[in-house]
T-cell receptor, first 113, second 114 residues
Framework: DSGVTQTPKHLITATGQRVTLRCSPR?????VYWYQQSLDQGLQFLIQ???????AKGNILERFSAQQFPDLHSELNLSSLELGDSALYFC????????????FGSGTRLTVV | AQSVTQLGSHVSVSEGALVLLRCNYS??????LFWYVQYPNQGLQLLLK??????LVKGINGFEAEFKKSETSFHLTKPSAHMSDAAEYFC????????????FGGGTRLMVKP
């Protein structure tokens, strides 16, 4: 157990729907990062939050949004889902500066049918 | 902008043989470098990291990596492969962007033959 908790582990939904992925960071970590892992794109950085504030944005689609709550858990919202959004979504956390590495959760596997 | 290139998306070795996974990076500032391992249906686990200081870094499970600034490389090695080493390995770099997020290479799948 890495200490980073992601729920749900698996999600199957239809095109056009909206889903919410949840992440609880490791105790004491203030930064949360979201990554998408797919066969054709590899590991793509989506977005980072630090202590409730958006810190950096990667290749995140406009249909996707995220937030970090006062208790530091984070949610990634994916809407108007398309088949191509099927992927593994990882959350990672770090104490602050990621220059010492992240701790990853076990991921949420999203399948859009 | 920082980037990582992992040469060879698939590497196959025999059990007991040397493991060498290649990683080259690009960064305009002194980099922080990482190797992560991903077993099937699991998240990424940190194997080792280079921040500053000694350029030969030892990690878990007998792996080590050497930072070579002149070659912009951070290759991962293990003297003797074990069946349990079969997994996907990712090299990553940070330090050259706002938020200091990690940029990952495309990954190398290591297969170990008995």
């Amino acid at each position: 157990d890495s200490g980073v908790t992601q729920t749900p582990k698996h999600l199957i939904t239809a095109t056009g729907q909206r889903v919410t992925l949840r992440c609880s960071p490791r105790s004491g970590d203030l930064s949360v990062y979201w990554y998408q892992q797919s066969l054709d794109q590899g590991l793509q950085f989506l977005i980072q939050y630090y202590n409730g504030e958006e810190r950096a944005k990667g290749n995140i689609l406009e249909r996707f949004s995220a937030q970090q709550f006062p208790d530091l858990h984070s949610e990634l919202n994916l809407s108007s889902l398309e088949l191509g959004d099927s992927a593994l979504y990882f959350c990672a956390s770090s104490a602050g500066d990621s220059n010492y590495g992240y701790t990853f959760g076990s991921g949420t596997r999203l399948t859009v049918v | 902008a920082q980037s990582v290139t992992q040469l060879g998306s698939h590497v196959s070795v025999s059990e007991g043989a040397l493991v060498l996974l290649r990683c080259n990076y690009s960064s305009s500032v002194p980099p922080y470098l990482f190797w992560y391992v991903q077993y099937p249906n699991q998240g990424l686990q940190l194997l080792l990291k280079y921040t500053t200081g000694a350029t030969l870094v030892k990690g878990i499970n007998g792996f080590e990596a050497e930072f070579k600034k002149s070659e912009t490389s951070f290759h991962l090695t293990k003297p003797s492969a074990h069946m349990s080493d079969a997994a996907e390995y990712f090299c990553a770099v940070s330090g050259d962007n706002a938020g200091n997020m990690l940029t990952f290479g495309g990954g190398t799948r290591l297969m170990v033959k008995p």
